[in-house]
Structures are given as C-alpha cells and as structure tokens.
C-alpha cells in the first residue's frame, strides 16, 4: 500500500488509503503493538473525524480500550503516552503535507515511535490478508479517565511551568500558527506576542502547513519587520516542528538552533543531530564541551537514539526537536519556550538574535536542502558521488542515510526522501562562491 511510509502511514485521503483501510488497522494494531490501554488524538484535517471513527471502530474491534484526546498537537499525545503510561497511541495528522492528506502515526509504550522497520511493516501484511469490511458506524463517547479537556489543561500547565523557568518578558515577537494545531496553545502561552492564522482549519486557507517552505513564512516575515520584532516562530500543520525567523525576517536554518536548544538544557553530554547538520552547528556543540551524535533522518531514529545515549536533547534540519524532559520525542511548543528564552536572555545582553546566532552561521556558506525529482535515485547518486572526486581530499564519509561526504573546507550529503519522491541534496563549503560551483556541477550530475 502506497499510504506505509518508512516512518508513519500518510498519503492522499481517498486515493490511497480509505476508511476501510483506516479501520482494518485499526484492527491489526494490536496484534503488532501489544497492550489494551490505546490513546488517540487528531489534528483539524477536514478528513480526520472520519479516519478516526473508523480507527477507533477497528481499535475496538479488537478488544483494546482507548482514550481520546480530540483535537490535539501531535506532542501532546507523545506526552501523555509517556507520562500516562497508554501501551499503544495513534496520532491522527499528516503533518506538515497537503490539505488531500492525512495519516497515522503510532507509537509504543514510552512513547517510542512505531515505523515500517519496527512493526508498520507487520501492520501492512496484516491488514492486505484481511477481507473487505464495512466500516461500522460510530457508537458512543469514548471512556476514559479524564475528559479531552482535562488533557488540554495538565498539557498547558505542564508548557507554562517549562515557560516560567527563564523569563521573555523583554522579547516581542510574533507566532504563526499556519492554521494548525499550535493555536490551541500559544494564546495561553505568549499573550502578549502577535498571533497571526490562528484558527484551526483544514483548508489552511493562509498558506501551506510546511514552514520550510519560503512562501510559508512570508506573513510572519512581513509582521516581524513591519513591527520591528525581535523575532518570530512558526508551527507546523500538527505542532511537532517549529522554525524561526529572526529580527530581519530573515529565515534561521533549524539546524542552526541545535546548539541553542543544547544550551537552553545546559546539556554536557550526547547532542543528537541528523546527518544534514551544518558543521558550523556540530562544532558549535562540541565547543558546548559536548559530543555531536550523527543520526539518520527522523523521529524514529532519533528517538531510541536519545534513550540508548541518555541525551538531554536534539535536533533536526526539518525543525524536530527532542527533549529527555519530554520523553526522548519531539514538541515544536516545547522547543519554541527554550528557544525564545535563550534570544530573551540575549536581549538582555544587548544581542539581536542574528548577533545571537553568528557564531554558528557564519562559519559556512550552506545551500539548504535542495530536492530534485528523479526516476533512478541511485544511478544520480553514483553521478554525484563520481563528479564529488574532484572536489577534494575526503576525510570522512557516513551511509547512515544516503551518502555524507566531509571533505577539508565543505561537505555533501546525498540522499532518498523517506517521505516524498525526491533526491535531496545539501551542500556547505567555507567559501560561498566555491559553493555555487560545487552545486551547480553536483545538479547537472543529477539531471543527466
């Protein structure tokens, strides 16, 4: 089935899963994922009532008791699968991906991720050996110990107690909720901020629940220097990942921010980081007196990660920040709180936010991540990897995720999306015109 994915199920409501599919899962999960007590919540997705009557109908079905939280960010039912012990939880979201979409992501006791290597795989064999089956209609409330409402408090008091610990008063900043499930929150949580596109909507009229993208980030760009902030943040559709922009409304590369989060968590350990890290934020940490952890691309690789290292935290180039304090998973509300405190606290010093972050980003010229739509992802692989002989004496190399290869003045990776069908490229290099050199032989490697 196209809808299982390396890390969750998502894909394109009616084209390629339905009801039925939602619902036979709903059966199989169990079988995978063992335990009775399930949790399950959903973001504003115009099809996400639907996916979860049918889930919850198969949950049932196969004899589990669930819980609901309704609509929710997708940290918040990570959280209460840790806090409240729940032996399985689904997530009903596809994230940041296109209003047609919408998915499921699951998790395991701990709230450890479940992807396609650790039981998705299961699922998917189970469920193409069932027969077709009508999805019953949904019955009655859904018991648990405390109402959705209750959640939602416990939830915020938890975020505001985490707020408390390092004061912003002195920040003026500006937040984008891109209609999605952040706006639940940031109300309570920053009163004072400018709030724009804070009405949940599945339609995400304003613009695309994906801050990666440029256009995505135009309105809270525009309120920030309009307004002369002194920074902004973003959500994305579910509220996991949460991005910056600073007093210019210029964009800051999340990668950038792991040091800062590793700061805000006065970390002296393990930092996680996945292989597309700038080096100028690898080094960063390790003048922290910490050890940069390589990662493959990924909540399910960071997460056992962080448990097996008993890191305090890390992070992601899509802006993905995991937290020890928050059960090793990733809460874009939670890295936003420890952001914000560290550009409050040098404020308070006299910094911008770009005197904040230059230390890290001035080392290295760095293209972002570039994606190119390829039939055969390996044969371009070989050509960039071929043509990159030329660019200099390696020094390193990691295949923990497509291809990274350090080189003495810059470095590339190379690698499949997971999620999307893409070849994703980036690129640094100490010298910026040296990287337009580099990538422009590295793009028409890839599109002969």
Known sequence: MNFFKAYDMRGTFGTDFSLNDVYKIGKALPQVVQGVRWLVGRDCRLSSDAVHDALVAGLREAGVEVTDLGRCTT????????EDGFDGSVMITASHNPPSDNG?????????????????????????????????????????????SAYWMRYRDFLRAKLAESPIANLRFAVDCSNGMASLFVHELFPDAVIVNDTPDGNFPAHSPNPLKAESRERLAQVVREQKLDCGVIFDGDADRAMFVNEKGDFVQPDYLIPIVARAERAKTFILH?????????????????????????????????????????????????????????????????????IAAAKAKGWTFSQLMA??????????????????????????????????????????D???????DGWLNVRKSNTEPYLRLLVEHRDPETLKRWIAILEEAIRK
Not at 75 to 82: A, D, E, Q
Not at 327 to 333: A, F, L, P, R, V
Not at 383 to 389: C, E, G, M, T
């Open 75 to 82: 940290s918040m039912v990570y959280y209460f699968t840790g």
């Open 274 to 342: 996945d292989i597309r890290t700038s080096r100028g934020a690898i080094e960063a940490i390790r003048e922290m007196g910490c050890e940069p952890v390589m990662v493959p691309v990924g909540p399910a690789f960071a997460k056992p990660k962080m448990r097996e290292l008993s890191a305090p935290c890390g992070g992601e180039l899509a802006g993905h920040y995991y937290f020890a304090e928050f059960h090793n998973c990733d809460s874009g509300i939670l890295a936003a709180i420890r952001i914000l405190q560290q």
């Open 104 to 148: 499921l992501k699951v998790s395991r006791k701990g709230a450890l991720p479940v992807s396609y290597a650790s039981g998705l795989n299961e699922v998917e064999a189970i469920v193409t050996g069932m027969p077709g089956e009508d999805v019953p209609k949904p019955t009655d409330d859904l018991p648990g110990a405390e109402s959705p």
């Open 359 to 400: 230390p890290i980003t001035s080392r290295y010229a760095n293209s972002g991540e570039l994606n190119y739509k390829v039939d055969d992802k390996d044969a371009a692989i070989a050509r960039v990897l071929a043509v990159s002989k030329d660019f200099g004496t390696e020094i390193a190399r990691s295949d923990i």
């Open 402 to 408: 497509g291809v990274r290869l350090d080189l003495a």
